[in-house]
């Protein structure tokens, strides 16, 4: 059973996503944890080694990064074809665009956040502008991450894109406008939001 | 055939570890990268089909393109070496293999740069604390002598390597790096890496 360490609202949220795409049977445990102004207190109940969120517990065994969940996830649960498996055509591809998103796409936003420049070289990211002209280029070709199909990686994708929305963090564009909505209509999110709120 | 898009002493030098530690054939792929003191000179744009920031690592597998070291990782040991350097997808380990390959890039490295760039002066740089991670990993690494557990993994190749790179100058002076780090340079397959990184 996968027990999912969450706290309404923040990064944890697209997990009851996921969790609900995967069709995987779970249950939320709320944690509390530190937030960006100082205030909270972390969890002694959270596994999270920071004290963060997300988190997941496989019977015991943790997971976190979110990349990582997501992969372990759609590795263990693959009836609804959530992510290509071992040995599958797109593996390479699905691997690469969640590293991705956990590597560069996120240390790009918190660079951006930071008002610092990102060291051509030195760093192993690149600034937003440069990470976001390859997303555009792949979502204005096809509907999602990894071609005609949802899978694990546009929840990662499109929930952060979701959650930017007007913020002058990501740059302006049709393609992004339409592909977080082609992803958030799914019944999943809308289920998942019922129960982030519950 | 796998080809490794390489830079000699750059963070592709541990994909070639990867490669030596699983014996399968493969053929390297010299490329140019700007080093981070602005030595050498950026890749052909021809190279962006497969890096899209011409950066390496890269590998090339039968036509397919991977990138991202964590991605490099996960692919060719699952697809190689499943139940050796990758834990099955059943073994209680996998967990802790997973979370560390991607905790390297998306957390260590980060933290890391942060760290070298001296953005970290009020330690709060939104990608986590140093001291953190760095109790993290020794709490890790006091509990069994390999990160994810009592054997070896391909989850080491990038944690250890990170923690021989940092250990100089970034990290604090502590015996669970030493001892890890030495317990890694004594794999034949690192010492065959070492020799041909050096050409």
Redesign the interface.
Known sequence: MITLYHRSKTRSSRFIFLLEELGAPYQIKHVTTRTAQGGGEIDPSNPH??GKVPAIS??G????????IV??LT??FPKNNLGPQ??E?K???Y??????Y???L??AF?SK??N?TV????????NVE?AMK?VIEILGKSPYILGDKFSGADVLYATTFGMFGQSPLLPKSDVITGYVKRCLERPAYARAQEKDAA | MITLYHAPRSRSSGILWLLEEMGVPYKIALTPIVYGDGRGASAPESYRAIHPHKKVPAIDDDGRPVFESAAIVLYLADKYSLGNLAPRLDDPRRTAYVTWVVYYSAGMTPIATARFQGWDADNNTGFGTMEDMENFLCKTLEAHPYIAGDRFTAADILVGGAVRFFKSNLLSDRKCYDDYVARLDKRPAFIRAQAKDAG
Request: proline share 9%.
């Open positions: 080694p920071h496989d019977d065994e943790i997971v976190f990064e979110s990349p990582a992969l372990y590795d263990k071992v040995g055509k593996r390479g591809t691997v690469s665009m969640l590293a991705y956990g590597s560069v996120e240390p918190v956040f930071m610092v060291p051509v070289g030195t760093a192993g990211w690149v440069e390859f």
